[in-house]
C-alpha cells in the first residue's frame, strides 16, 4: 500500500512537471522581442497587472514584424518562436519581460481564405476512409454561394468572367427569385413596382398564396350547390326527391340553369332535405362557405364571399345574382394564379429559405474571421 502511494506521489509530480515544461515551451514559442525604442507610456500599458494591448501586423517580413497598437503606436519586434506569424494578423499582447524587453503573444487571430481552409482539410488526404478529389469540392465550395460577393468583386475588376459567376448557386437562386417575381408582377399588373428587396420579394410571394387560398375549396362547395357534383343515378334520385317535395321551382331553376334562383331556392328547402346525403352535402357547403369568411386572407375575396352569404340570408334574388357574378368574376381571376401559387409553394420560398441560410453562412464565417 505504501509503495503504491509513493508511486503516486512520484506520478503526480511527473505529471506537475511535465505540465510546467510544455507550458514554458509555449510560453517561449509566442515570445516577442522589441527592436525599436519604447516609450516609458506604452511600459506602462504593458505593465504587469493591465490586461495588455492588441496589435495588428502592417508587414512581416523574415522574423521581423511591424505592428500598431490599438494606442496608435508602431512597434518593431523579431519573432523568436517558430509559430509564423503574418502580414493581417490580429494579435494580444502582454508584457513578458522588461529585461531583455520582450512581448508574449496570448492570442493570434488570422483571417483564413477558401484555399487554406480546402488545404487544412484535405491534406493529408491518406487521413479519409473514402476517396475525395479536393478539386471537386473545391469547385462545390467556391461555388456554394458563401463567396459570391467576392466574385462580383473580381469581375468588376476584370479577374472573373461573367460565365464564372452565373455557376455560383446564391446567383442562380438570386436569378430564379427574380424570374419568379416578374412573372407574378407581370400577371398581377404590378410590374412598376421597382424594390426588388429580399423582404418584398418575400411579401409578393406570400400575396400570391393569400390571394389563392380558399380558391379551390369555394369553387368546389358552389360545385355542390349547382349539384354539379352529382351523378346521373344521384340526379335522378334528388329530381324524385323533389317532386315528392312538390318544389317545381328548383326542378325549373336546374331545367333553365339558372344557378342563383337555384342555391337561392336550395337554400330555403335545406331543412327538408336533410334527411338524405344530398340534402347533408348540400347543408356542409353552405356552412364551410360561411366558416371560410373568417379563415381568408385575401379581403377581396372575403368580402364578396360574405356579400354572397348576405345575399343568401336576404333572399333578393336580385342582390344574390349581383354577389354571385362578382365573387364568380374574382374567383376566375384568381384561378389564373394557380399555376404562380404552385411555382412559389413549391420552388419560391424554398429558394428565400436558401438564399437566407447562405447569407447566415457569410455572416457567421465574417464574424469568425474568414473573407467571404
Known amino acids: 500500500m505504501e509503495i503504491r502511494r509513493i508511486e503516486g506521489v512520484f506520478l503526480q509530480h511527473a505529471l506537475e512537471t511535465s505540465q510546467g515544461l510544455r507550458a514554458e515551451n509555449v510560453s517561449k514559442e509566442l515570445n516577442l522581442r522589441l527592436l525599436s525604442t519604447v516609450p516609458e507610456a506604452l511600459l506602462q500599458a504593458f505593465s504587469e497587472g493591465s490586461g495588455g494591448l492588441r496589435g495588428y501586423v502592417l508587414e512581416a517580413y523574415g522574423r521581423n514584424l511591424r505592428i500598431l497598437l490599438n494606442n496608435s503606436q508602431e512597434i518593431l519586434a523579431e519573432n523568436m518562436s517558430d509559430v509564423e506569424v503574418q502580414e493581417g494578423d490580429h494579435l494580444e499582447l502582454v508584457l513578458e519581460s ?13 483571417k483564413t481564405d477558401i484555399n487554406q481552409i480546402l488545404d487544412l482539410a484535405f491534406e493529408p488526404s491518406e487521413g479519409f476512409l473514402f476517396s475525395l478529389e479536393k478539386e471537386d469540392i473545391l469547385s462545390l465550395i467556391k461555388n456554394s454561394g458563401i463567396f459570391y460577393e467576392r466574385k462580383i468583386l473580381y469581375f468588376l475588376r476584370g479577374a472573373v468572367s461573367l460565365k464564372e459567376i ?37 411579401t409578393l410571394f406570400l400575396s400570391v398564396l393569400n390571394k389563392t387560398e380558399g380558391i379551390a375549396e369555394i369553387k368546389s362547395f358552389l360545385r355542390s350547390l349547382y349539384l354539379e357534383s352529382l351523378n346521373n343515378l344521384e340526379l335522378e334520385q334528388f329530381v324524385k326527391l323533389v317532386e315528392n317535395l312538390g318544389n317545381k321551382q ?15 331556392l336550395l337554400y330555403r328547402e335545406i331543412q327538408n332535405l336533410l334527411h338524405t346525403p344530398i340534402g347533408r352535402t348540400l347543408k356542409l357547403a353552405f356552412e364551410r362557405l360561411k366558416a371560410l369568411i373568417l379563415q381568408l386572407k385575401d379581403p377581396e375575396v372575403k368580402e364578396l364571399l360574405e356579400n354572397f352569404i348576405k345575399a343568401l340570408d336576404d333572399g333578393k334574388l336580385e342582390n344574390l345574382r349581383k354577389s354571385h357574378r362578382e365573387l364568380i368574376s374574382l374567383l376566375e381571376e384568381r384561378e389564373r394564379l394557380l399555376p404562380l401559387r404552385e411555382k412559389v409553394e413549391r420552388d419560391g420560398l424554398q429558394w428565400i429559405d436558401r438564399l437566407n441560410a447562405i447569407i447566415q453562412i457569410q455572416r457567421i464565417m465574417a464574424k469568425d474571421g474568414v473573407l467571404v
Open 98 to 110: 522588461k529585461n531583455p524587453l520582450s512581448l508574449k503573444i496570448i492570442s493570434l487571430q488570422r
Open 166 to 202: 452565373l455557376k455560383d448557386a446564391k446567383a442562380q437562386i438570386i436569378q430564379n427569385i427574380l424570374n419568379l417575381a416578374e412573372e407574378i408582377k407581370s400577371q398581377l399588373g404590378t410590374q412598376n413596382q421597382t424594390d426588388q428587396s429580399l423582404e418584398s420579394i418575400k
Open 250 to 264: 328548383i326542378l325549373e331553376a336546374m331545367q333553365q340553369g339558372d344557378k342563383e334562383a337555384l342555391i337561392n
